[in-house]
Nanobody, 119 residues
Framework: QVHLVESGGGLAQAGGSLRLSCAASGSIFGINGAGWYREISGNQRELVAGLPTDGITYYADSAKGRFTISRDDAKNTLYLQMNNLKPEDTGVYYC?????????????WGQGTQVTVSS
């Protein structure tokens, strides 16, 4: 079985920083393409930062210059470093990861972690 466990969310002041983590565990060999999404109205999710298998990062305009997506393959973990936080960054963040297993690759979502930024 595969689990994606998110952590690192919480309350921060405007201008502060948080680092979100998304750790994959289970009978896996590694992680491939991955991204961080923020929940918006209607339970839809927007891509905030992406790290596909080609290694070329993507950032939403709102995240450029402030957020950094990265990974630690030794730990099968995805990160989102969030700097210079703004109140509009508030929301529930979800990781989405392609996980490599013995049977192939499967896609998983994390459980979500709340980020709240006060003005």
């Amino acid at each position: 079985q595969v689990h994606l466990v998110e952590s690192g969310g919480g309350l921060a002041q405007a201008g502060g920083s948080l680092r979100l983590s998304c750790a994959a565990s289970g009978s896996i060999f590694g992680i491939n393409g991955a991204g961080w999404y923020r929940e918006i109205s209607g339970n839809q999710r927007e891509l905030v930062a992406g790290l596909p298998t080609d290694g070329i990062t993507y950032y939403a305009d709102s995240a450029k210059g402030r957020f950094t997506i990265s990974r630690d393959d030794a730990k099968n973990t995805l990160y989102l470093q969030m700097n210079n936080l703004k109140p509009e960054d508030t929301g529930v963040y979800y990781c989405n990861v392609d996980v490599l297993m013995g049977s192939g690759t499967a896609n998983y979502w994390g459980q979500g972690t709340q980020v709240t930024v006060s003005s």
